[in-house]
């Protein structure tokens, strides 16, 4: 088993920035793919970013569109946790964010591997 518990959300004004971060415990070395997602009020779920490793070492990361270029992903690998730098946000960012862990990697496709673990969320409101 694996748990995951984000931390980082609040409230912020567009143009700010929050990092939110993942703290993974339990069978971490079997998770080879870790991502974000979110979800609006009203919305499905959609993928944000994820990093996916192997033998150690990166060898991806998927960023959505919408994201790209505002957003980072990284992790801390000795502290089995994962970050989601937040820049020049926008209020179509409000959302609650999900972290999400997956026993498979990939070099491309990340928001298609089947995850299997999910934290419990935070809450990102960005006020115009």
């Known amino acids: 088993q694996v748990q995951l518990v984000e931390s980082g959300g609040g409230l912020v004004q567009a143009g700010g920035s929050l990092r939110l971060s993942c703290a993974a415990s339990?069978?971490?070395?079997?998770?080879?793919?870790m991502g974000w997602f979110r979800q609006a009020p009203e919305k499905e779920r959609e993928f944000v970013v994820g990093?996916?490793?192997?033998?150690?070492?990166?060898?991806?990361?998927n960023y959505a569109d919408s994201v790209k270029g505002r957003f980072t992903i990284s992790t801390d690998n000795a502290k089995d946790t994962v970050y989601l730098q937040m820049n020049s946000l926008k209020p179509e960012d409000t959302a609650v964010y999900y972290c999400?862990?997956?026993?498979?990697?990939?070099?491309?496709?990340?928001?298609?591997?089947?995850?299997?673990?999910w934290g419990q969320g935070t809450q990102v409101t960005v006020s115009s």
């Open positions: 999400a862990a997956a026993r498979a990697w990939s070099l491309r496709g990340l928001s298609g591997l089947p995850y299997e673990y």
């Open positions: 990093i996916s490793r192997n033998g150690g070492t990166t060898r991806s990361t």
């Open positions: 339990g069978r971490t070395f079997s998770m080879y793919t």
